[in-house]
């Protein structure tokens, strides 16, 4: 594992991102991956770049398209088309958007379709939280997940956010509907470690906790069983629905190349109809109770989502970005 400097890394991811996109554009499309990095979501950081400039090169990402178009809207509600554009910047610019919205109106959702991965569903959250919103942001993928009950890929392992602003750092959950999003699975995969429980099943359909048996498969165990199931289908029919973009089943299997996602983008207003001095004082009461709880033997405490990230980004500076050496060695080949 090597560990690399923030800036350098950007620099070298700029430079094979510039064979595709303007240099602005590639510049900051570097950013978004080493800033997943550096808040710790490795498998959607340095990890995915290489991933990502092949789905540019296929086609699955059209790098020439990097705004999404207004389809329609009616008060906070808007629906907008990505046209199959680069995931992360479109993404970026709905929830902005939304953030613009719920300013307007108190609360706000933009619908998107036709959009590229967007890599990480929390940095999208923390935007708003950032902006001082409460922010609900979620996609469907490709059949990428066991519906409970069957033996095949049949909906997705589709992402949920959600962040609260809060002076002293916002708060932010992100998380996929499986136990493990695909992308730690072929991290883990990488470094020959095993799962800590069964969380799929191997090509014969017995379960198994080694991640590259599971990717081997393609049958991935929702979280929960029938619950992550049951949220799955409705996070995927919900964001197809909104938008009228692509449903799980219309993006296919992961072999056929992930391609055209429908999103939300939720933005709600607090500060507009709540004393947020008082939301705070409460809200810190509430995590203060957290920290102080008595915790098994080989545990850390509990803690809200997103509470450590300031610390993990000082690490990251500090002691650079994490990355395989085949990985790195990807990266500097693309920019040559």
């Not at 609900?136 to 602003?165: H, K, R, V, Y």
């Amino acid at each position: 594992m090597l560990y690399i400097p923030y800036e350098e890394a950007v620099e070298a991811m700029k430079r094979g991102l510039m064979r595709y996109l303007p240099e602005d554009d590639a510049l900051h499309f570097a950013q978004i991956f080493a800033g997943n990095s550096l808040d710790g979501v490795h498998s959607h950081g340095l990890n995915r770049y290489p991933r990502y400039l092949a789905d540019m090169e296929s086609g699955l990402c059209n790098p020439r398209v990097t705004k999404a178009e207004r389809v329609s809207g009616f008060g906070g509600l808007e629906v907008w088309d990505a046209n199959f554009g680069v995931g992360p910047l479109i993404a970026e610019q709905m929830a902005g958007r939304a953030v613009c919205l719920a300013q307007e109106h108190g609360i706000a959702c933009v619908a998107l379709r036709n959009n590229s991965h967007w890599l990480r569903a929390g940095r999208y959250g923390l935007m708003m939280a950032d902006a001082g919103m409460m922010g609900i942001c979620f996609t469907n993928t490709c059949m990428n997940l066991t519906a409970w009950g069957a033996m095949e890929p049949s909906t997705g392992n589709n992402p949920i956010t959600l962040a609260i602003p809060r002076s002293r750092g916002s708060l932010v959950m992100d998380m996929a509907v499986s136990q493990y999003a695909y992308g730690k699975l072929e991290l883990m995969a990488q470094e020959g470690k095993m799962l800590d429980t069964p969380c799929g099943y191997d090509k014969d359909g017995r379960e198994t906790r080694d991640p590259a048996k599971i990717i081997e498969s393609g049958l991935m165990m929702p979280m929960a069983m029938w619950k992550g199931s049951a949220l799955s289908i409705m996070l995927d029919l919900m964001a197809s629905s909104l938008s009228l973009g692509r449903t799980s089943l219309m993006i296919g299997k992961p072999a056929d190349g992930e391609k055209g996602m429908s999103q939300v983008f939720i933005a709600l207003h607090p500060r507009a109809v709540v004393d947020m001095e008082a939301v705070e004082k409460q809200m810190e009461e509430s995590l203060a109770f957290l920290h102080g709880l008595k915790t098994r033997e080989g545990m850390r405490g509990v803690h809200a989502p997103g509470e450590g990230l300031a610390a993990t980004r000082e690490r990251g500076l500090r002691d650079g970005l994490p990355v395989a050496e085949q990985t790195w060695e990807k990266i500097l080949a693309a920019g040559r």
